[in-house]
């Protein structure tokens, strides 16, 4: 029930009262969870049990508050009942029988004593605990004894054996106090003493104090001596001794006592009996787990330990004695200590009890990242190519990717202008991160200056991901993190993107709301190789010097996927859509703008340009992407006289998207095309109107222009190239340009309020129990967004707050677009439809706005600044507002902020969508199977593993498979067949992909070759080639070739052999003809080519050749009769394409499968030790720099533009400047920063990939200078590395120059950022909204070189 108390600051007992309002909501949700989870009566039925079927569920309640007169909690006890009345009424729990205890236990305590009390307690309880019984079964130490269970099953992986369950608990007994603390931690434990005895006596375990502990013998009864029945007599034999009775109601005698061992016999006896009988050490230390719980829970609730704990030490004399004298006087000092805690300092530990329950963490770590990044070049990455050093020693910079030497110091070769490194990955992933730990000797310009990166699949085609990026020059050991995007389109990056404006004179003031301009990079989850490449700040100076190199990114559960654990199931379940996400703000998907953009059919990704499509399926959804209709929502007159605040995270929207019902249908169905770039351009003039070239749109036209255009399925670069086709400035509908600043701060203040509070209302939704019911599918939704030409069409409606025609003609007739649903306004109490109705998000900016001077536990902003008078739906619950309120009554800046969450709402799963493409490409590419056919059921995959695993075990004769997939790939594409498999498929593990598919070149190509890069340096003993389902004939057996070498250049290759497939043919007629269906065990047909001698190498190539007519390699008079009746001799078996496509019989090469059979290697064992290098350098590396930075003097300087600008005029004899060092920000990048899409997802667990990879956010710093001219020049652009809060970066700058004045400019996604909550400062107020740990102040400062020796002692104070 809902209720609550009001603390006195007296020591009197706070009064109680019950909600008014539907005190019994979510009562009828609870029991029938309880009522779920607790019944067993299938379970008992389907496995055959010995306990009696029971019709009904018991959920018994303990309920011990106080119901004597007068007290406060008896108003509790009655609305109990009252409760379970209701409950039954509602006839929701047919099969479930509420029984309720009430058990006043301090009164009890009072009057009759705590051994009494207990007595009466397990008086009763006897007879709920006998008829709900406990869980009983047995322990199977092997899994073969399962088929003899009679019961349920239980497997667990982290055991060899198994688990038989006989008989199950049916039914629940719970247990209440005021607060569920200290009364029910007393109780419980007496009723769980009782439960702990018989599963003892189950167990065959005696806790009989006349018996030795743990000690049972036979017939004894366990221990147990009950009373004998009437007539019957105990005596002892005069010879024996022995122990027997006589009935003399029958005159008999018998050796066996005549009463059998009783359950739960302990119920029976009062509290002496149960102490002389019992062995207490057991209960006294089940009484300190109960002891030990209580504390803990009570410290996390109220702050202080539990009270009236003494109670349970009653079966220790001397603890219970000490107990009963200190007693009252703990229990008085836990209730000051409560009083104290609850009324001073609640809030933190609040914050501490969320944190430990997992809640708000948006708020507590609004950082951290959900899915750490992996770590693919290491340990099993390598460098393919060795990268040149200065001593003849070093082991070709593998060193440079090892983990365990964080203190390497590598040094090039004598002035190398150049360094690079190609890494190859040991997993495939999308690289996200370039981390690199500074390393020099005293001279810390010997470290690269800057830095090229480039990824790709196969090292042919590496695409440039990051050019020229800035290496600050930094201490020894500095972790420098550089984020990398995927390639960019040159096209998009000339048309839009900061990218087009980095080097602009005059730089526009950073987007705020959201990036108008994102520029996106391509995704890759199978990237497999890096380049990168080092500069040095000045070429041909001397060598460089290199730190430890990392990469980090993104992978898929390879592992899982070909192992089906449980990672994998839930992948697969989230691609095929078993776990479909209800989004509780969001309108249904045949009407909703965002659901349009969803499930959008997208361009499918193609193996090659003539394979056949994939099937379409979202990632994010799990849905088959198909065109659906948009249906009218049914008109319903209603008057919504309010309702409870989460009721908004229930409703379902039925918005009609701009364009009417028929044109979003079609609208919707379009991808990234021109199509759709021509719909964009046909929605802008119509929402410009018809002097669209000459006027310019509002904010909020902006804005549902933008909602288009995510509804359209286009980037930012496609939008722009739409505008420019027709002669329009795509800045001329920039939101951030149609705002004054100072209402922008204002409205990212308001926006990032929003985003909190509706995180935290969705997140108490998902967490209480109320959220269970189902939705009233009201017609307003979060954000209530209008479409384009929507429009308010009177009627009942009173407000007409959007009765304005849009510029151009409407969209549909009038009476398409009636809103006939009708609410009444909370705060004006007039008649409101649904366009005029704001979204239900207002109810919670409404909160904020009445809260405004009460700093309610301060809600800081994501954006840095202070939201003291937002309301604490982020830190305590949500608010309670109800109703429905009209856009008259909202202001202005709530309206915007709700299309500007909305708008990010649409980012974000236009990312996620991206990620998802990008996923099912990958899985496309390795398996050439639709993901709904990627992985089979489990216990068909685990047969399936089983016969895998005994036919690779057969074809690599006892060796290790060394090339298989993701650990394995090809160092170089190779030219595939349309409809084959993928060329991948070729190393993929033998149980994966279908089992008809096989890898198909070109008919025009006779000749490829295999480069295939193993997980690890190996001993490789021969190669197996799996032969195609369609054989091989004497047209298109190939000529194989293998080579073997550590190092990617042919010219250092060693030949193994060389075989002539014919030959193989002709001997073994297997080779020939289709394939028959593989029984269980049989080898698949194969050709295993043996070396001589195991050859040592991580890179294995394999060329196959077919033979052409009048070659040597073909006889006609030896290999093909003349006189056949066949057209062709060098006919085959029609070949159909083993992923789709048609019948082609043109000779090929073909191949199932590709193993490299042999032993891995240790690494230890291939790598050289670096201390002799260490030693060779140590003399080079301490030899001191010739030039020291010394600090340049400033006259004044000044922050302007919110602290993102300083400029600093120096004196006129200052030296030539040479650099600047930069102290690396604190701020962070913030995860949230709009409400959440989905209750499914509220975290982004499920999320493929952090949206802050997506498109990370990074800073650049641009110095300008006054030149002679008057006029500010720039003089370099810095990208700025990620670097912990503090660290001195210094930057050298392209040519010494001579100025009086300087101007650093902070430049790049600011908006990106925030501040730290555990560091902000709420008693200052910025009216701009970015993060204080981003301003330039006390942070640059210039210097230039100089010979410490000629400056003297005291100017070398002034160091840098």
């Given amino acids: 029930m809902w209720w609550g108390a009001e603390l006195k600051l007296t020591a009197a007992e706070a009064e109680i009262y019950v909600s008014d309002r539907d005190p019994y909501k979510g009562s009828a949700q609870y029991y029938q969870r309880l009522s779920q989870r607790y019944d067993a009566r299938n379970l008992d039925a389907a496995v055959g049990g010995n306990q009696k079927k029971s019709a009904l569920v018991p959920v018994v309640c303990v309920n011990l508050l106080r119901n004597g007169e007068g007290k406060s909690e008896c108003i509790l006890v009655q609305h109990f009942e009252e409760s379970l009345n209701y409950i039954r009424s509602t006839g929701k729990l047919p099969y479930t029988r509420i029984h309720l205890i009430n058990y006043d236990w301090h009164a009890s305590v009072k009057l009759k004593g705590e051994q009494q009390t207990i007595e009466g307690l397990w008086y009763l309880l006897k007879a709920p605990t006998v008829s709900i019984g406990i869980a009983e079964g047995d322990y199977l130490p092997t899994r073969e004894r399962i088929k003899n269970c009679k019961g349920e099953i239980i497997l667990n992986d982290d055991y060899d054996g198994a688990f038989c369950l006989r008989s199950h608990q049916n039914g629940v007994i719970r247990f209440n106090c005021a607060d569920s603390l200290d009364r029910t931690n007393a109780a419980s434990f007496f009723g769980a003493l009782q439960v702990f005895m018989e ?24 221990g147990y001596v009950a009373p004998l029945p009437p007539g019957w007599e105990k005596r002892s034999d005069a010879v024996t001794g022995k122990a027997y009775y006589i009935d003399h109601n029958t005159r008999t005698t018998t050796w066996s006592h005549p009463c059998p061992d009783k359950p739960w016999k302990r119920f029976d006896m009062t509290f002496e009996e149960f102490r002389r009988s019992t062995i207490l050490s057991p209960v006294s230390q089940l009484a300190d787990l109960f002891l030990a719980a209580g504390d803990i829970h009570a410290t996390l609730y109220t702050g202080s330990k539990a009270m009236h704990s003494q109670i349970l030490s009653i079966f220790n004399e001397e603890a219970g004695g000490k107990f009963k004298q200190f007693s009252a006087a703990q229990n008085m000092k836990i209730t000051l200590q409560r009083r104290y805690k609850n009324a001073v300092v609640d809030s933190s530990r609040q914050k501490q009890l969320q944190i430990f329950l997992g809640l708000r963490l948006f708020k507590h770590f609004p950082s951290a990242m959900i899915h750490p990044l992996h770590v693919p070049s290491r340990p099993f990455g390598c460098f393919l190519k060795p990268v040149p050093s200065m001593f003849t020693s070093s082991d070709g910079g593998a060193s440079l990717l090892s983990f365990k030497r964080k203190d390497l110091i590598w040094v090039s070769a004598h002035a190398a202008d150049v360094v690079e490194l190609f890494i190859y990955l040991g997993e495939p992933c999308h690289v996200s991160q370039l981390l690199l730990t500074v390393a020099h000797g005293a001279d810390d310009t010997t470290f690269p200056s800057t830095v090229d990166v480039r990824t790709g699949r196969y090292l042919d085609g590496l695409k440039l991901v990051l050019e020229g990026a800035s290496v600050p020059q930094c201490a020894n050991g500095t972790n420098i993190v550089i984020p990398l995007t995927g390639p960019t389109s040159p096209e998009d990056m000339a048309v839009t993107g900061a990218g087009a404006r980095l080097h602009a004179q005059q730089p526009s003031n ?91 059919d997208r361009k ?100 549902k222009l933008e909602i288009e255009r995510f509804r359209l399925n286009l980037s930012a670069a496609e939008r ?154 982020s830190s305590n619950h949500s608010a309670t507002l109800d109703g429905v309120m009209c856009k008259s009554c909202c202001n202005e800046v709530v309206l915007d902020a709700l299309i500007l969450d909305y708008v990010r709402v649409l980012i974000s799963q236009r990312r996620r969508t991206r990620a998802g493409d990008a996923a099912e490409k990958a899985l496309f590419h390795v398996f050439g199977l639709s993901s709904r056919n990627l992985i089979p059921e489990r216990d068909e995959f685990l047969k399936s593993q089983g016969t895998a695993t005994k036919v690779l075990e057969k074809l690599t004769d006892g060796e290790e498979s060394l090339a298989e997939f993701p650990f394995a790939s090809f160092l170089h594409p190779v030219e595939t067949a349309a409809g084959s498999a993928p060329l991948l498929s070729l190393v993929a593990p033998l149980n994966s992909g279908s089992q008809e598919s096989y890898w198909r070149a070109p008919p025009s190509i006779s000749s490829v070759e295999f480069v295939i890069v193993l997980s690890d340096i190996s001993d490789v003993s021969g190669v197996v080639l799996l032969v195609s389902p369609c054989g091989y004939s004497m047209s298109d057996a190939p000529t194989i070739q293998i080579w073997a070498s550590n190092k990617v250049d042919k010219e250092e290759r060693t030949c193994t052999g060389k075989w002539d497939m014919q030959s193989l043919v002709t001997s073994s007629s297997e080779l020939c003809g289709r394939e028959k269906s593989l029984q269980d065990g049989k080898l698949p047909r194969h050709v295993k080519f043996a070396f001589r001698n195991p050859v040592r190498c991580r890179i294995i190539w394999v060329t196959m050749r077919l033979p052409r007519l009048g070659s040597n390699s073909v006889n006609i008079e030896r290999d093909f009769n003349l006189f056949s009746m066949d057209e062709n001799p060098f006919a085959q078996i029609d070949r159909r394409a083993s992923i789709g496509g048609e019948i082609n019989s043109d000779p090929c090469i073909h191949v199932k499968r590709i193993l490299v059979v042999g032993k891995s290697v240790g690494r230890e064992i291939v790598s050289s030790s670096q201390g002799s290098d260490q030693v060779n350098a140590k003399n ?32 006129p004899a200052s030296p030539m400047l040479a650099g600047f060092r930069l102290d690396g920000f604190s701020a962070i990048k913030h995860r949230v920063n709009h409400s959440p899409a989905s209750d499914v997802d509220i975290d982004g667990s499920n999320s493929l990939l952090d949206e802050r990879l997506t498109n990370p956010a990074v800073l650049y710093i641009q110095v300008s200078a006054l030149q002679e001219s008057h006029n500010m020049v720039t003089v370099a652009e810095y990208r700025l590395p990620e670097v912990k809060a503090n660290t001195p970066m210094y930057f050298d700058f392209p040519r010494q120059i001579s100025t009086r004045r300087v101007t650093f400019r902070l430049l790049g996604d600011i908006a990106a950022f925030s501040d730290d909550p555990s560091e902000q400062d709420d008693s200052e107020f910025k009216a701009y909204p970015w993060a204080a740990g981003l301003s330039l102040a006390n942070r640059v400062k210039l210097y230039y070189y100089a010979d410490p020796y000629e400056l003297g002692k005291w100017a070398s104070l002034s160091a840098v």
Avoid at 777 to 805: M, P
Avoid at 1185 to 1196: A, G
């Fill in 604 to 703: 499918p990704p193609s193996l090659q340009s003539e394979s056949s499509a994939i099937p379409l399926i979202d990632l994010l959804t799990g849905e088959v992407i198909l065109p659906d209709s948009n249906s009218q929502p049914v008109a319903e007159s209603v008057v919504h006289e309010g309702s409870d605040l989460l009721d908004f995270l229930d409703d379902v929207v039925t918005q009609p998207v701009s364009g009417g019902m028929n044109q979003s249908k079609i609208v919707s169905s379009q991808g990234p095309s021109d199509n759709g770039s021509q719909q964009y351009i046909r929605l802008f003039k119509l929402l410009a109107g018809s002097d669209w070239q000459d006027r310019s749109l509002d904010f909020m036209e902006s804005m």
């Fill in 510 to 600: 950073p987007f705020m709301l959201y990036d108008f301009e994102e520029l996106e990079g391509e995704l890759d989850f199978l990237t497999r190789f890096v380049a990168v490449t080092f500069y040095p700040a000045v070429p041909g100076r001397g060598p460089m010097t290199l730190g430890e190199v990392e990469i980090l990114g993104v992978s898929l559960p390879w592992r899982s996927l070909f192992s089906h654990g449980d990672g994998a199931a839930r992948f697969i379940e989230h691609v095929n859509g078993q776990t479909k996400e209800i989004n509780p703000f969001l309108s249904e998907t045949n009407s909703n703008t965002l659901a349009a953009v969803v499930t959008n």
């Fill in 720 to 873: 722009d190239r739409a505008l420019l086709s027709i002669g329009i400035d795509p800045a001329s509908i920039n939101p951030h340009m149609l705002l004054e600043d100072s209402y922008m701060g204002q409205l990212y203040k308001v926006a990032s309020s929003l985003a909190l509070l509706g995180q935290a209302s969705i997140e108490d939704k998902i967490t209480a129990s109320i959220g269970l019911g189902t939705s009233d599918k009201k017609s307003v939704d979060f954000w209530n967004i209008t479409a384009i030409g929507e429009r308010c069409s009177g009627g009942a409606c009173q407000v007409l707050a959007e009765t304005g025609q849009a510029a151009g003609a409407s969209l549909t007739s009038s009476s398409s677009m009636t809103s006939e649903s009708i609410f009444v306004c909370t705060e004006c109490r007039r008649k409101v439809c649904r366009v005029c109705s704001a979204g239900k998000g207002a109810h919670l900016l409404a909160s904020y706005n009445s809260k405004e001077n009460s700093a309610y536990n301060g809600v800081t902003s994501q954006g840095g600044s202070v939201h003291g008078n937002s309301a604490d739906a």
């Fill in 1180 to 1211: 080079w590396l301490e030899r001191a720099p010739p030039l020291n930075r010394f600090k340049i003097p400033i006259e004044v300087e000044r922050l302007i533009d919110n602290d993102l600008v300083l400029e600093q005029f120096l004196p």
């Fill in 199 to 222: 599963q003892c006596r189950r167990l065959g375990i005696s806790l009989d104090s006349n018996m030795a502990y743990g000690y049972q013998s036979p017939g004894n009864n366990a």
